[in-house]
């Protein structure tokens, strides 16, 4: 179909994605590596565990309509988690993930199950918060979005407590 794709390859993918209806959108990908990654307990967590990412991103998530979230939050994320934790010894224990930075965040985040959150004011605007009452056991990915998908300094925290 497109003979001349064999001599410009980038072009081709180029030409083919704008041809599929638009410029190329990306979504949040668990499958991407992470920035960070952890491997912790719900033991080792009931202390608490802080860590330096970054926030923002280029992609808006209103096409991103495998997430299954309630309402599209304005806020843009990266297609890369910021963060990715294998979790174990989650029985009988609940997760709270808070971000705190200076700018207006956004936290994404989906569980084992394959189930996606979303929370932006949890702490008041721009300072999301969640309470996962069964986070299970495996992989616990987390994206940290902007408003405006500029980058900033954000800290994520993760502490798990007693259902």
């Not at 980038?10 to 030409?15: D, E, I, N």
């Not at 304005?74 to 979790?87: C, R, T, Y």
Request: hydrophobic letters at 40%; charged letters at 15%.
């Amino acid at each position: 179909m497109f003979a001349w794709c064999r001599q410009s390859l980038t072009l081709c993918v180029a030409v083919m994605a704008i041809g599929a209806g638009g410029s190329a959108m990306a979504c949040p990908n668990p499958d991407l590596g992470a920035a960070s990654m952890i491997t912790s307990n719900g033991a080792s967590l009931r202390l608490g565990q802080n860590l330096r990412v970054f926030a923002g991103g280029a992609a808006p998530l209103d096409a991103c309509s495998y997430l299954g979230l309630s309402r599209v939050p304005k806020a843009q994320f990266n297609d890369a988690p910021a963060l990715v934790a294998e979790l174990g010894g989650m029985q009988g224990l609940a997760l709270e993930i808070g971000v705190s930075s200076r700018c207006a965040t956004a936290l994404l985040v989906q569980t084992e199950e394959e189930s996606w959150y979303f929370n932006d004011n949890g702490q008041g605007p721009g300072r999301p918060h969640m309470l996962l009452s069964r986070p299970g056991n495996g992989t616990l990915s987390v994206w940290i979005g902007t408003e405006d998908g500029q980058p900033c300094r954000a800290r994520l925290s993760l502490t798990t407590l007693l259902r």
